[in-house]
């Protein structure tokens, strides 16, 4: 129905057919959040949420209009030529288009101008990467209509060059890889930029939106900035050579995944509190996140690993290995102590936000936590199946936590459909 709906809206507001209609799926910021850029790896969820383009070729002049902003009476129409490239900033939507004709661009390729209409079912600023998916499936389109013969990986990359090197939004790579690639993938952030798409787990996710907008820009700066000056206090103390070495004076140069809690602590302890906490979520939530991968993919977990990581008792720990679908429960355990971690180590929950990750688990969810930049958007939660998924949600919903949710089920990557 989406391809029918972006077809029938282009024709309308074109007076003339596609040549084609492109789409790429939103994300759930899964595992690892607040890590892809410092080079450590992150597991998204690309879902049945998504993004579509239509689009043809055009003479001399891009045009770009957007159904969604049309729906909310706002200005939802971008033209412009390539003689005029330019950004016109405040926070117009147009932006992306021309960061990825301007991204196209600097890789030496010749974009012909084109129409396009956007119809997009990821809502904005809500955690499920709405740019991302936006800019590859508009990147899938360019490539397709040109001839380019890209890849998803560099679909991908070409989505995150116009995001972060000419809009300078402070982003990772999560949200484009994500949208490439779809399923449950895990995303190594550091060159090549390796992905691996993960055996999928059984359960539906619950997609609640806490209707409290944020911007990514205003979060990500702060958090960095607080780790390179907990960095540069670090690199002024007398602190061994093996650990110096793995260090850097900014948070991107750090070898994060060698360094283990135990040898660094002391050093920490030295630190303002802000930068103790930002480096201690780092280390503690890539940890859980191998426990994690470990277990999705059907790996043995230790078990005074999984006390250890999660601080589980053993009583905990013994209730935990001996459900029938402790595959999922014990995943739900790590998503749950990410959200704690991301509260009270990043500080980008919000009282309402842990208050509706306790109730959804309260309720009969595995685990849940915030998915994205944070103080604000969604929270996630994996749930047994569609059933219980939808009663959760009717009771969320019928109290008053948020204002909006989805069941989503896990869906592939960005895709062409002709």
């Known amino acids: 129905m989406s391809i029918d709906a972006v077809t029938r809206e282009f024709r309308e507001f074109f007076n003339d057919k596609p040549t084609l209609v492109t789409s790429a799926p939103g994300r759930l910021d899964f595992l690892n959040t607040h ?29 770009v209009a957007s159904g969604n902003l049309r729906d909310d009476n706002v200005e939802y129409v971008d033209k412009f030529s390539l003689g005029e490239l330019k950004l016109l900033g405040g926070k117009w939507f147009g932006d992306y288009v021309r960061a990825l004709v301007m991204a196209f661009i600097k890789r030496g390729y010749s974009v012909n101008s084109f129409r396009a209409w956007i119809r997009s079912n990821v809502p904005i600023a809500s955690g499920l990467g709405s740019s991302g998916t936006l800019l590859v499936a508009l990147a899938s389109a360019i490539n397709a209509i040109n001839g380019f013969n890209l890849d998803r990986k560099n679909m991908a990359e070409i989505a995150y060059e116009a995001e972060h090197d000419v809009m300078n939004i402070p982003c990772g790579r999560l949200d484009q890889y994500a949208a490439a690639f779809g399923n449950i993938v ?53 602190i061994p050579g093996n650990l110096r070495r793995k260090l850097g004076a900014h948070y991107w140069e750090v070898r994060w995944d060698e360094i283990r809690e135990g040898e660094i602590s002391q050093f920490i302890e030295e630190l303002d509190n802000a930068s103790k906490r930002r480096i ?53 355990k790590v998503m749950t102590y990410q959200h704690k971690l991301l509260s009270e180590y990043y500080d980008v929950s919000l009282p309402v936000i842990d208050e509706l990750v306790n109730f959804l688990v309260s309720e009969g969810a595995y685990g849940a936590k915030l998915s994205g930049a944070g103080l604000g958007g969604s929270v996630i939660a994996l749930v047994r199946d569609e059933t219980t ?22 869906d592939n990557g960005v895709m062409v459909h002709g």
């Open 280 to 332: 201690l979520y780092t280390l503690r939530a890539n940890e859980s996140t191998k426990l994690a991968l470990s277990v999705i993919r059907g790996g043995n977990v230790d078990i005074k690993d999984l006390a250890s990581t999660l601080n589980l008792s053993s009583a905990e720990v013994d209730s935990l290995i001996s459900r029938y679908d402790w595959r999922e429960a014990m995943i739900g």
């Open 186 to 238: 895990v995303i190594e952030t550091k060159p090549p930029y390796n992905v691996e798409v993960l055996p999928r787990l059984n359960g539906v996710f619950l997609v609640v939106d806490t209707g409290i907008r944020h911007s990514t820009a205003d979060i990500h700066p702060k958090r960095q900035q607080e780790i390179d000056e907990g960095l540069r206090k670090l690199l002024s103390m007398d």
């Open 35 to 63: 890590q892809d850029y410092k080079g450590l790896p992150v597991v998204a969820v690309g879902i049945n949420l998504r993004t579509y383009i239509a689009i043809s070729k055009s003479q001399g002049e891009f045009t």
């Open 389 to 410: 998924a939808r009663e959760i949600l009717s009771k969320v919903l019928s109290r008053g936590l948020a204002p909006r949710g989805w069941v989503v089920s896990i």
